[in-house]
Structures are given as structure tokens and as C-alpha cells.
């Protein structure tokens, strides 16, 4: 009976290195602990798929939060019960769920619920957000790349094969997708 600990972080700029001291504060050797940076909404992490085979009967997974091994009640439930039938038990330190006990169990639905309510109340807020930045015509997304002064100038020097694409992009400092878009924009506007 083995104890293996999952952590698992969003995005590469955040750092799982509170959930890995849980861990080891539980016990779990470095090599029994599944670690991955990906989102919750993917189904199929790698860490997680690597977990879930390595167990046996009568080993626990520990994890630091709920949301940190399923992004949704419907994921979780549905990882818990394989678990489960796998004879496999599931903690979560920060809920104190363990699903060994019946109160466990029960606490566990009732979490889950909690958690995927509270992202969608972020989701909606969102939502709203973005909704009320574009109604006062806020640019939402990456900042827009402009040409320089002379583009036209450069675009003629292209045209007229004076100079070639690549050093027609050097010398306006946009990538192609972009160099593109402020052809497209440039042409709209002359025509």
C-alpha cells in the first residue's frame, strides 16, 4: 500500500512548488509524486494517465486541493469512482476529503459541486468583463503591431522587385502574418 501524490499547475509561469512541499510534508517520495503544467480542462495530461496506471489496490492519491486533479464535478466524480473501483482510496488535504469514510465520500460531492460553481461564477465574471470592455471599444488581446512610416514605401520597393519578401520584412520589423494584415489594411485604404 503505497501513497502517490498529484500536483498540477495551469500555465508554465506558475510553480507547483507549494502543492510538492504538501507532498512531502505527507511523506510521498519524490518518485510516487505525478507532476504536470497543464490545465484542468484537458482530459488527457500525461502525469495524471501515468498516476491512475500506476496504482494498486489499497494505495491512496494525495492531492493538495480538488481543482488542483479535476477541473469540474463531472471529471471528478468520474476519477474518483475509477478509483474506487479500482480499490484505489483519494485525499485532498486542503477539503480534508477522504474517500475511505462515508462522510468522505459525501464531502467530496459536495465540494466538487462547490468548485465547479465557483468557476463558473469566474467564467461569468469574465464573460461580463470582456462584454463591458468592448462596449466602450476597448482593444482586447495583444497589442496591435503597426508599420512603420514608410511601409508603403517598402511595400513599393518589394513590388517593383527592387528589394525581396525577406529584407522587405527586416526592414518594416513586422513577422508575415503581420506584415500581411498591414498590406491588407494599406490597400483597403488606398483603394
Known sequence: ????????????????????????????????????KLSGKDANRHALQAL?????????????????????TKDLLVLVERLAANGVNFISLKEHIDTTTPTGRFMLTVFAAVSQLEHEFILQRQAEGIAAAKAVGAHLGRPIKKPPRNFAKIVKQWE??????????????????????????LRSVSE
Open 52 to 72: 491512475m496506471e500506476a496504482v494498486q489496490p489499497g494505495d491512496t492519491i494525495i492531492v493538495e486541493s480538488i481543482s488542483r486533479f479535476a477541473r469540474n
Open 1 to 36: 500500500m503505497k501513497k502517490y501524490g498529484y500536483c498540477r499547475v495551469s500555465t508554465k509561469e506558475q510553480n507547483p512548488r507549494r502543492q510538492l512541499l504538501a507532498m512531502e510534508a505527507q511523506g510521498i517520495p519524490p518518485g510516487q509524486v505525478f507532476c504536470e
Open 160 to 185: 517593383d522587385g527592387i528589394i525581396c519578401f525577406d529584407n522587405a520584412l527586416k526592414a518594416t520589423g513586422l513577422k508575415r502574418g503581420t506584415f500581411y494584415n498591414r498590406l491588407r489594411e
